[in-house]
């Protein structure tokens, strides 16, 4: 059963059109990739799920209408959105990052337990818990983004290029951790820059240029697809 779905989705920046069209889909528990070179849209694809760019079109969670929510609205109804550049607030500590995640959840133990269970996956989260985001290096703060959007515990989550700018080491401890978000039942919609590297962990890829999704396949027919190995997989 599909999870979202977008179809024919057109999405402007003033008068820039940026989406053409975008028709996708994500299905309960799997693993999605968009891939495609700088300005195809992808970012904006992600936005556009979570009430942060203007669309018309058809884009339903669960089979309802998100299309043109607020994002506070789209982060209540199970959307949670890693965005590039991880975004954190860096003057405030670990702790007060990941108690911003759950900021409609009232009760102090149910946070507590929810921060517990990021631990598990992020274990160097609990050891600099009370240290300000902003000092800590690229990968904590990258692990934190994620472990913060965890917090309102998600039906899916959007993760925009989550291994930019990270260490080969680190970027490998990331995937390894949205695998293991993966096998717990976490639904994962992923832009990435690395496209063999987020081909090898997905379900399925879409390739975007210029606003339009081109193609679409198994993510292990498109590792082997000439097109999409000369244009993103070379080297």
């Known amino acids: 059963m599909n999870m979202l779905q977008m179809q024919d989705v057109h999405a402007y920046y003033g008068g820039?059109?940026?989406?053409?069209?975008?028709?996708?889909?994500?299905?309960?528990?799997?693993?999605?990739?968009?891939?495609?070179?700088?300005?195809?849209?992808?970012?904006t694809t992600l936005k556009s799920i979570c009430g942060q760019v203007k669309t018309t079109g058809s884009i339903l969670l669960d089979g309802c209408s998100i299309a043109n929510r607020l994002p506070h609205q789209t982060a209540l109804d199970g959307v949670a959105h890693v965005p590039e550049g991880r975004r954190i607030f860096p003057k405030l500590t670990v702790k007060e990052n990941l108690e911003m995640g759950a900021f409609s959840v009232k009760s102090k133990k149910i946070i507590q337990e929810r921060m517990?269970?990021?631990?598990?996956?992020?274990?160097?989260?609990?050891?600099?818990?009370?240290?300000?985001?902003?000092?800590?290096?690229?990968?904590?703060?990258?692990?934190l983004a994620i472990a913060r959007a965890l917090m309102m515990q998600p039906r899916i989550l959007l993760l925009d290029e989550p291994s930019m700018g990270l260490a080969p080491v680190i970027v490998d401890q990331i995937f390894e951790i949205i695998q293991a978000l993966n096998r717990q039942g976490m639904t994962i919609l992923l832009v990435e820059q690395n496209a063999y590297q987020?081909?090898?962990?997905?379900?399925?890829?879409?390739?975007?240029?210029?606003?339009?999704?081109?193609?679409?396949?198994?993510?292990?027919?498109l590792l082997v697809n000439d097109r999409v190995k000369e244009a993103y997989l070379a080297g």
Request: net charge negative.
């Open 116 to 143: 517990e269970q990021s631990f598990v996956y992020f274990p160097r989260l609990k050891e600099r818990l009370h240290q300000a985001g902003g000092t800590m290096s690229g990968g904590e703060q990258q692990m």
């Open 198 to 221: 987020a081909l090898q962990i997905a379900d399925r890829g879409y390739v975007m240029q210029t606003g339009e999704v081109t193609m679409e396949d198994d993510a292990q027919n």
């Open 16 to 43: 820039i059109q940026a989406l053409k069209g975008v028709s996708l889909h994500v299905a309960d528990g799997e693993i999605v990739t968009l891939i495609g070179s700088n300005g195809a849209g992808k970012s």
